[in-house]
């Protein structure tokens, strides 16, 4: 163990996203104690030696690891659920960690379609005996993107390619001036207009707005929103690559990868395989390439 590879084998399989188990079970199972010991001393980001020379772990990298052991078999329990069942969850997750998680709401309500938003409130009804509407409303109770929530999940969508140009206009200019704030202070959350506007139109419209309102406002309407909405929220980036990777391998993994090559200039097995471990990267990637080895 006293091995400088070994030693830095371990420290990776205690790396990152995910843990090592291959590596755990090859080199630490097979070790005498003074192989753990030497271990222990040679790992300072997961060891601290006391006063009197005793190697202990480091308090806070506890439950940091307990999580990151729990990765893969909580990554495989979300991938065998119906997807309702599973977005019904993961919506009643976010409403239970408090109101900084409203993010895997939006992206919920605002990525399936409506009839699988209506599938996700079906099991949301099964699982907990109650709506997600009245759970968004209690929990969000005060605060000005209740509406805005409420109005995102119980949306049913048009998803049908056609977009009205002159309406798209209009809405563009009607979001234009409700995200700058002009002439008050109001919060553009609590507007009827953009609650209407981003609740109840269709993908593709929402899209050209998009589009369009990048013709009449100096800065991205995407970073008008993220500020006007953000109000400390956090997005977990771990819980969120297993979230969207689960949901969309069946779906639009494709363009997902695409979405991300472009945004980041590679591709998403790449980040995974840098990023993560064990049998949580082998499920990852897997997923993400499923379709091109079928």
Not at 57 to 82: G, Q
Not at 153 to 167: D, F, H, L, Q, W
Not at 190 to 214: C, F, M, Q
């Amino acid at each position: 163990m006293g091995d400088p590879i070994q030693l830095e084998a371990l420290a990776k399989a205690f790396s990152g996203v995910g843990v090592d188990e291959r590596s755990l079970i090859s080199i630490l199972g097979r070790s005498p104690p003074e192989h753990r010991r030497s271990f222990r001393k040679g790992v300072p980001q997961l060891f601290q030696e006391d006063e009197r020379s005793f190697e202990r772990w480091i308090d806070s990298r506890i439950p940091l690891l307990k999580a990151e052991f729990l990765r893969f078999n909580e990554a495989i329990v979300l991938w065998a659920m119906h997807p309702w069942e599973r977005d019904a969850r993961l919506m009643k997750e976010s409403l239970n960690e408090g109101p900084k998680s409203y993010a895997v709401i939006v992206e919920i309500a605002c990525t399936r379609s409506s009839e699988d938003l209506l599938g996700a409130r079906t099991a949301y009804h099964s699982l907990y005996d109650r709506s997600i509407e009245e759970d968004v409303v209690t929990r969000f109770h005060g605060r000005p993107e209740r509406e805005l929530l409420v109005g995102l999940v119980s949306a049913y969508r048009y998803e049908g390619p056609k977009v009205n140009t002159e309406t798209v206009k209009s809405e563009a200019k009607l979001l234009c001036h409700a995200l700058r704030n002009e002439g008050n202070d109001k919060n553009p959350v609590e507007d009827e207009e953009v609650i209407r506007i981003l609740s109840t139109r269709s993908k593709p419209h929402i899209h050209a707005i998009y589009e369009h309102y990048k013709e009449v406002a100096a800065k991205s309407i995407r970073d008008l929103v993220d500020e006007a909405l953000k109000n400390g929220a956090e997005e977990n980036a771990k819980k969120g690559l297993t979230r969207v990777i689960v949901t969309r391998a069946d779906l639009d993994m494709k363009e997902t990868e695409t979405t991300f090559n472009n945004l980041y200039g590679a591709t998403l097995a790449h980040r995974v395989e840098e990023a993560t471990n064990g049998n949580y990267k082998d499920l990852l990637l897997t997923l993400i390439t499923r379709d091109q080895t079928s």
